[in-house]
């Protein structure tokens, strides 16, 4: 998902790619600022997680799980819960993924994820407090690549936004010192929603939701957070090491300003058909 | 004596095939007098031979095949050469070079370079052995690659290169179709290059199905009608490719056999091998992919310096 | 999130199960093969809550080296729990329940597999517990062993697994997870359908030798059914896409077979 350039591509395919972007094209047909088809489907593992979601990102797959686990607060933050994100690179989903403990760019994608969800601070953390200095909501969200067709960042964005957008989970009391449910189901208390937009620089191009042959020629990429009011709640420059302008910053924020609604209404209608 | 399948019917491993004195052969084993199949694959019987054609499987090189790959190691004077399945090729100066070469190989031929050339040796110890002395067997440039599986190899190509040359007569391409499942293809327009790559396509998600060169026969011939229907007044150049451009200065130490005037040698249709056609048209020569009952072993040709050296070496000087 | 309550009876007064089965009763069973497309084979299955996807990879160049086995593939299997298929989250970290049952699945399915065609090379099988809800070793190896065919890997069989075990005194198959949690005892299980023998068995709990007797027996039964399903799930996916036009013209037209 991220730094390819080491592995090796051959000429014919490097070539061919830069070719069709001199023509305007791409090699699967679509046009430099489009995503490929969005597919989400909720409540995947319904017996066992809060919220779950499965989302393809044309012939990228993954599965986001959340659990609501009751636990203790952070010392500094005595009213607060809190959501955690993390990614792995399965080696089922590519044979370029290594067995074994994650590399630097399986902890970047977690890392980018979860900034994504954090920084737009998506989820009423002091919602989730039960008793203050006591007893929290923890909220972990956790993400398996099942495909890898390039651009795990925004398939894992979209399948957490979905999967944090269903959870559903049983309210807790302190009652006599102990914890008991109150027999209400709670939803995660979510004040917006962000979701990332990654764009591919190769050459002079800039391409949205790159394919994994893109991102084995790409420079450098630009993943950035939007949320509801457009506002860029997280940005993360990586798998490369080209430089950018500021002028291609710039557009990049105009792409993903522009796809971040359709993903967005994306996740809201998928998220409908959980009561 | 007695047969469980039915013709081209589609058989999965431990499905059993024959009972009596039937001769196991490529995809199915024997155990106990009767014969299983061992993949997913259509049986066949030919004579009292039983074999399944398998439907899907990574590459395992044979002598002879014509592949094409990927550079992605330049060691002393071997490159390393990907071609898909569990063995990297090995393709040693010798067999690419006329001499004397450079000792930096990589001045010729370097990483991420695709070449198309022979399987010369091969045993599951030392993996394959690879040689660019042949006739269509060179650097590739430009053009694209397309990646099917190696299973349905044998349906691009067709009975003797039938669906192969339909597509290349029709849409006027170049095409080197390698037996490890990579297509090399290029034309100018890039329409019809599209229209290529979905035939390909069209034909490894089919490829167990009859009729399958007219089908895609018709598909394209609807296409560049549609194609040319809709730019009437641009007709798509397809003629005249530039497949045998050469810079000497860059490509004349690859060897091209007997110093053919390149050009030439590459129009017809020898593209897809004549090794390969021959081994297509005559299945009985296969090896089994199962060899429980005739385990015949290769010599290895354990060191790669061994290599006998080609023959074609002393025409090598004609080349230029 | 919310814990488990351990029920009264695991098998009621008119022996059926907590979720209504008789006792040699499967839960219901899907599986689906050529579910991945980046993975050479790959098959999932449902039974139960249980959800499972498996993929294979290879035969393909082995990593680290020093794995290299001179005269087979190596069968590397890598079996997971996704933190969120378990009513706690379960840690991100592969633990040694994981890695135990991973060899045991390869070595159930070692024995079918004609490693020796693959010298130097690795066969990778990698399982991903979705959701668990029993069974989950059994269920990986029904679905592992179907990805192994779907990447054209030469073997003598699909392998079927079940695992049957004991609640309230009485033998039952396909334990589903509060059976395997609060029942008398477990006995995950595989055969090699044509000779029945057996080449997957762990047991917790107690039995006396001639119960151990009889649930074998219901396991080569369950595993039989089981191989059925597994048959039908592989050939649907090859078999499916033949079109009906081959049924005009069969006689006429054996083309592929003699492309090939």
Redesign the interface.
């Known amino acids: 998902m991220g730094d390819w350039s080491s592995e090796?591509?051959?000429?014919?395919?490097?070539?061919?790619i830069i070719s069709?972007l001199n023509?305007g094209?791409r090699s699967d047909g679509r046009a430099l600022d489009e995503f490929r088809p969005i597919e989400i489907e909720v409540g995947?593992?319904?017996?066992?997680?809060?919220g779950?979601a499965l989302v393809r990102l044309g012939?990228t797959?993954v599965?986001a799980?959340?659990?609501?686990?009751?636990g203790d607060p952070f010392p500094d933050s005595p009213d607060e819960g809190f959501v955690m994100v993390?990614a792995?690179m399965?080696?089922?989903?590519?044979?370029l993924f290594?067995?074994g403990p994650p590399r630097e760019d399986a902890i970047e994608l977690a890392r980018v994820v979860d900034r994504g969800v954090r920084e737009s601070e998506t989820v009423d953390i002091k919602k989730l407090c039960i008793e203050h200095g006591k007893y929290v909501y923890s909220v972990?969200a956790?993400v398996?690549p099942?495909?890898?067709?390039g651009n795990l960042i925004d398939a894992s964005s979209i399948a957490v936004n979905a999967a944090l957008a269903t959870t559903r989970?049983?309210e807790m009391k302190v009652e006599d010192d102990t914890l008991v449910?109150t027999g209400n189901i709670l939803s995660i208390p979510l004040t917006n929603t962000a979701v990332e937009v990654t764009i591919a620089k190769i050459g002079t191009y800039l391409v949205v939701d790159p394919i994994l042959k893109e991102e084995m020629v790409q420079d450098t990429r630009l993943t950035i957070a939007v949320d509801e009011n457009e506002n860029m709640t997280a940005m993360q420059k990586g798998g490369g090491t080209g430089p950018l302008t500021l002028d291609e910053i710039d557009q990049s924020m105009g792409i993903a300003i522009k796809r971040s609604h359709d993903i967005i209404s994306a996740i809201k209608d998928a998220a409908k058909t959980i009561k | 004596m007695a047969i469980f399948f039915s013709k081209r019917e589609i058989v999965i491993p431990g499905q059993l095939l024959a009972e009596g004195r039937f001769r196991p052969s490529m995809g199915t084993y024997e155990q106990e007098g009767k014969v299983y199949s061992a993949v997913v694959g259509l049986a066949e019987l030919r004579g009292n031979t039983v074999k399944v054609v398998p439907l899907q499987g990574v590459y395992i090189p044979r002598e002879g095949d014509f592949v094409i790959g990927?550079i992605?190691v330049v060691a002393g004077n071997n490159w390393k050469v990907?071609i898909g399945g569990p063995y990297l090729a090995s393709l040693h100066a010798n067999n690419a070079l006329r001499r004397p070469y450079d000792d930096d190989i990589s001045r010729y031929m370097s990483?991420?370079?695709?070449i198309s050339a022979e399987v010369i040796a091969f045993d599951r110890n030392t993996g394959p052995f690879l040689s660019m002395k042949g006739r269509g067997l060179r650097k590739?440039?430009?053009?694209?690659?397309v990646k099917i599986s190696p299973a349905k190899i044998p349906r691009v190509i067709g009975l003797r290169g039938s669906m192969i040359n339909m597509i290349k007569d029709l849409l006027r391409i170049h095409a080197f179709v390698g037996q490890n499942g990579i297509i090399?293809i290029r034309s100018r327009d890039?329409e019809i290059q599209k229209l290529a790559v979905k035939a390909f396509k069209m034909i490894e998600a089919e490829a167990h199905t009859s009729n399958l060169t007219d089908r895609v026969n018709e598909m394209l011939k609807n296409a560049l009608a549609e194609i040319k229907g809709s730019s009437s007044s641009e007709k798509p150049e397809v003629k005249g490719d530039d497949v045998t451009e050469r810079s000497p200065d860059e490509k004349g130490a690859i060897v091209s056999e007997g110093g053919d005037v390149p050009g030439s040698d590459m129009e017809d249709t020898s593209e897809t091998s004549p090794e390969n056609e021959e081994a297509v048209a005559t299945p009985e020569s296969e090896e089994p992919v199962v060899e429980l009952e005739t385990s015949e072993e290769k010599d290895g040709t354990s060191d790669e310096l061994e290599i006998p050296e080609n023959e074609s070496e002393s025409k090598e000087v004609n080349e230029e | 999130?919310?814990p488990e309550k351990k029920p009264d009876n695991l098998i009621n007064a008119e022996g059926l199960r907590v979720d209504g089965r008789r006792i040699d009763e499967l839960r219901p069973i899907e599986m689906k093969v050529g579910v991945?497309?980046?993975?050479d084979g790959s098959a999932s299955i449902r039974q139960g809550?249980t959800?499972i996807?498996a993929?294979v990879?290879g035969p393909?160049e082995l990593?680290p080296r020093h794995l290299t086995l001179n005269d087979r593939a190596y069968l590397?299997v890598?079996y997971?729990m996704?933190?969120?298929?378990?009513?706690?989250?379960k840690r991100?970290a592969p633990s040694r329940r994981e890695k135990e049952i991973s060899m045991v699945i390869a070595n159930a399915l070692s024995p079918v597999i004609f490693l020796e065609e693959f010298p130097k090379a690795v066969i990778?099988v990698?399982v991903?517990v979705?959701?668990?809800?029993g069974g989950t070793r059994c269920a990986a190896i029904n679905a592992a062993s179907l990805a192994l065919a779907d990447a054209g890997i030469p073997m003598k069989s699909l392998v079927p697994s079940v695992a049957v075990g004991k609640a309230e005194g009485q033998l039952i198959v396909d334990l589903g997870d509060e059976e395997d949690k609060y029942g008398q005892g477990d006995i995950p299980m595989a055969i090699l359908p044509h000779t029945e023998e057996i080449v997957l068995l762990q047991q917790d709990g107690s039995f006396t030798r001639e119960e151990i007797i009889e649930a074998l027996q219901m396991g080569i039964n369950s595993c039989k059914y089981l191989h059925e399903v597994q048959k039908d799930a592989l050939k649907a996916a090859y078999v499916g896409a033949t079109s009906d036009e081959d049924e005009e013209n069969d006689d006429e037209d054996d083309d592929y077979l003699d492309d090939l």
């Open positions: 090796i591509i051959s000429h014919i395919d490097r070539e061919h069709l023509k094209e995947v593992v319904p017996a066992k997680a809060e779950s012939d797959s599965v799980g959340v659990k609501v686990l009751v993390t792995e399965s080696p089922m989903a590519s044979p290594d067995i972990f956790d398996y099942l495909e890898y067709d989970f049983p449910e | 990927t992605t990907d990483t991420g370079d695709v590739l440039e430009g053009g694209m690659l090399w890039l | 999130m919310s991945l497309k980046q993975a809550k959800y996807i993929a990879y393909r990593h590397r890598v997971r996704t933190t969120f298929s378990v009513p706690d989250r991100p990778d990698f991903t979705i959701q668990a809800d």
